[in-house]
């Protein structure tokens, strides 16, 4: 059983910068990939960033890639997104979640695990 309790969201002027937290508890929390995803209003849930396990792979979204960086600590139990150069589009809801097994890593279906989710809101 894994919880996860997001951090760090606000209201940032475009072009600003966010990170967001995700605290994870659980002993097994290394053996995750973790994943963050993002809901607009009136939107489904999309993928935004995927760490493996262990941290050596990453995956990115077409729309955040090259200004979204995700990592993760897992002596600290912790996964971060950085988030630069924002754009009013990336407002929403933004959503931790962790996966133990296999299949696609940008689909909702294959995570086990939500946060409740934490709220950025990019002005323009």
């Known amino acids: 059983q894994v919880q996860l309790v997001e951090s760090g969201g606000g209201l940032v002027q475009a072009g600003g910068s966010l990170r967001l937290s995700c605290a994870a508890s659980g002993r097994t929390f290394s053996s995750y990939g973790m994943g963050w995803f993002r809901q607009a209003p009136g939107k489904e849930r999309e993928f935004v960033a995927h760490?493996?396990?262990?941290?050596?792979?990453?995956n990115y979204a077409d729309s955040v890639k090259g200004r979204f960086t995700i990592s993760r600590d897992n002596a600290k139990n912790t996964v971060c997104l950085q988030m630069n150069s924002l754009k009013p589009e990336d407002t929403a809801v933004y959503y931790c979640?962790?996966?133990?097994?296999?299949?696609?890593?940008?689909?909702?279906?294959?995570?086990?695990?939500w946060g409740q989710g934490t709220q950025v809101t990019v002005s323009s």
């Open positions: 979640a962790a996966r133990l097994g296999g299949g696609s890593y940008y689909s909702t279906a294959h995570y086990n695990y």
């Open positions: 760490i493996s396990w262990s941290g050596s792979s990453t």
